[in-house]
DNA sequence: GTTACTGCAAACTTTTTGCACGACA
DNA sequence: TGTCGTGCAAAAAGTTTGCAGTAAC
């Protein structure tokens, strides 16, 4: 949550000026959707998006939340982050970066570094295909899952 | 499926003294799923495997393969590969490695570098946590997708 | 006034769990 | 022979879909 105003402003601005050009309408629960996942820098599920959303639209349904957030990643606009397991979890910071994944709790923290972002693929890859991006990702045990556990194994 | 004989051999022994130091029992179902997980380099997800084993245990079901393969993963055998949607899909390749993941079939494909094995975290990491290990992750289309459908956007 | 969107409910997919029978040690 | 593992079935978790009323344009 610590995105800044005026990013989240920015984000939720593309967001509906995708929705027009598209031709989707411009519905509170998408804006509302929207903000949530644009202010938020820590990956949440769907149904964290849909507590946080809410409490702002006490009667928006968890499949109206599913569906703009499917929509929202069609449009190229947030990506869905896989890399832990259960529900599925959501990043509307489009630039690129890499990832660190606590394997404990689960938290992600984006990283940046642009000696990462420009890695190119080893030359086995080419007999594969093409290759389109790259992401760097650490595993490890944060502080805080350290601090409560210290020994576990 | 091209993993050599001799390295199905190799993982399938370790499973099993694995197995026997942690007081588990053989059983037949452990060691064909095991089996059938070690001489696949295709990640494959559980139904998968579940139905590779039916071909030699045709009454084996398929909460045993769930249970079997979160056992050999918890005793460090075989990792779960978290880089598509859907099904959990599963990698007995202990050694260290990176992936290439196709955006559209899901195909992954294991690829080796000590240049990638080596790359350390940005100085952003640590006050998050302590990073154990790195895995990086090419993400595009497969050659089989492009011929298929060349144009899709 | 249309037409797309939402909320509800039900279905579907993937994974987990409880229990009694059967198999490994 | 005792205990663990298996298969069955049911449940739980996560996600998708059909439909009728509602809201955006």
Redesign the interface.
């Known amino acids: 949550m610590t995105v800044s105003a005026t990013e989240v402003a920015r984000r939720v601005l593309l967001f509906e000026q995708a929705l027009r050009s598209e031709g989707f309408r411009v519905s509170h629960q998408r804006l509302e959707v929207a903000c949530e996942i644009a202010r938020s820098d820590s990956h949440p599920d769907v149904e964290t998006i849909y507590r946080g959303v809410r409490e702002r639209i006490p009667t928006i349904s968890l499949d109206t939340v599913y569906r703009t957030l499917g929509e929202l990643e069609r449009l190229g606009l947030i990506g ?1 982050v ?4 259960g529900p ?1 979890r959501y990043d509307s910071n489009q630039a690129p970066h890499h990832h ?1 994944v ?2 404990r709790c689960g ?1 992600i ?1 984006d ?3 642009e000696c ?1 972002d420009s ?1 190119s ?2 030359d ?2 080419a ?20 601090r409560k556990e210290p020994r576990h194994e």
Chains 1, 2 share one sequence.
């Open positions: 869905r896989i890399a832990t397991p599925a660190f606590c394997q938290l923290r990283l940046y570094g990462l890695i693929a080893p086995q890859t007999p594969v295909g093409r290759v389109e991006g790259v992401e760097v990702r650490f595993h490890g045990v944060c502080h805080e899952c350290t």
